[in-house]
């Protein structure tokens, strides 16, 4: 479980995009549950430091929710959203 001070930056920097309250708590839960599922094992230590490369995930996933939705598909992400998801998770993997 990351500590308070984790927890507040990496809420603090998804709810200045998506300003929504809840829709930030959210985004902020799930980068942490995605840390927990998948995400620790692309952390490559020569990359950087744990806090910077934990803030991109935070970027990224707020990003993808902050993008306008093709209209009449209920807020799933398509098009350049799932291109530049992928892109993103093959950047994190090198």
Not at 65 to 81: I, K, L, V, Y
């Amino acid at each position: 479980m990351p500590d308070r001070s984790t927890r507040a930056r990496v809420y603090g920097l998804v709810r200045r995009v998506l300003v929504d309250t809840e829709l930030s708590a959210e985004v902020t839960q799930d980068v942490f549950l995605a840390l927990l599922r998948t995400d620790a094992a692309l952390y490559h230590p020569s990359r950087g430091n744990p806090m910077s490369w934990l803030m991109t995930l935070a970027h990224v996933r707020q990003s993808i929710r902050s993008a306008p939705r093709n209209p009449g598909t209920s807020g799933t992400c398509t098009g350049d959203c799932v291109t530049r998801m992928s892109t993103t998770t093959k950047l994190l993997k090198q």
